[in-house]
């Protein structure tokens, strides 16, 4: 057990060693990718204010426009998270839920939720859109 302690000990101060080094060698170069991961992070805000007010001019309110922009987030980065999880719920249905049956059960629930997640967020700017322009009168 102390042996374990130990070398552990050992390895932990070893890879401190050589974190702080690199720190210190690594300083020049580190800024200059700040700088450039700092222009593209202004580069991506300001393409997101310019989208957001794109949404705002087109619904007419900076309530409804801002609503917009996230449904239109939401309808994007919905797509692969669902298929994803349609994914892990078919490897629970058709592979392990071979042997087991409640991870059968398990993984077609799965799928039917994530399909079911998938269509609401599909349909949601739609409808959203809908009531804006006919709703609002």
Not at 42 to 68: L, R
Request: with cysteine; hydrophobic share 50%; proline share 1%.
């Amino acid at each position: 057990m102390k042996k374990a302690i130990i070398i552990t000990t050992i390895i932990l101060i070893i890879i401190g060693l050589f974190v702080c080094v690199g720190n210190n060698v690594y300083a020049a170069e580190e800024r200059a990718i700040d700088n450039q991961t700092e222009s593209q992070l202004v580069e991506i805000k300001e393409n997101t204010a310019k989208s957001i007010e794109d949404y705002q001019e087109k619904y007419g309110s900076d309530a409804y426009g801002m609503v917009a922009y996230i449904l239109n987030l939401v309808r994007i980065y919905s797509i692969p998270l669902c298929f994803l999880g349609i994914a892990i719920g078919a490897i629970h249905q058709y592979v392990i839920g071979i042997r087991k049956l409640d991870t059968l059960e398990k993984g077609m629930g799965l799928i039917v939720t994530f399909i079911t997640i998938l269509i609401i967020c599909q349909i949601l700017p739609l409808a959203f859109a809908v009531f804006v322009k006919f709703g609002r009168g």
